[in-house]
């Protein structure tokens, strides 16, 4: 009698379902950026909500390079400057709305 082992290959991805779920995500945006804006901005945002699944679930500590804290401290910085503009704006247009142009004095 002979006999004749087989191996069967390891699958290719082995981690939990939220990560393979993640990067499924992952995978259909690239796909959908082919096709259209608005289905890869929906699942750009499933990636990110399963990415920060995962990372909650995990308990892990998001790590990034010193150069992305000081941009994201720029952005805010240029987002609390455009927020002031516009509410130095509209008190303007509020100020002129009380206002009546050319009124003649007698």
Known sequence: MT????????????????EVATIVALVGFLAASQLSVAPAYIMLAITFACWAAVVSVHHERVQVPTMFQTRSLRHALDASFVLIGIFVMVQFVRAAQRVEPFTAVD
């Open 3 to 18: 006999t004749t082992t087989t191996t069967l290959p390891m699958p290719f991805f082995r981690g939990d379902k939220l």
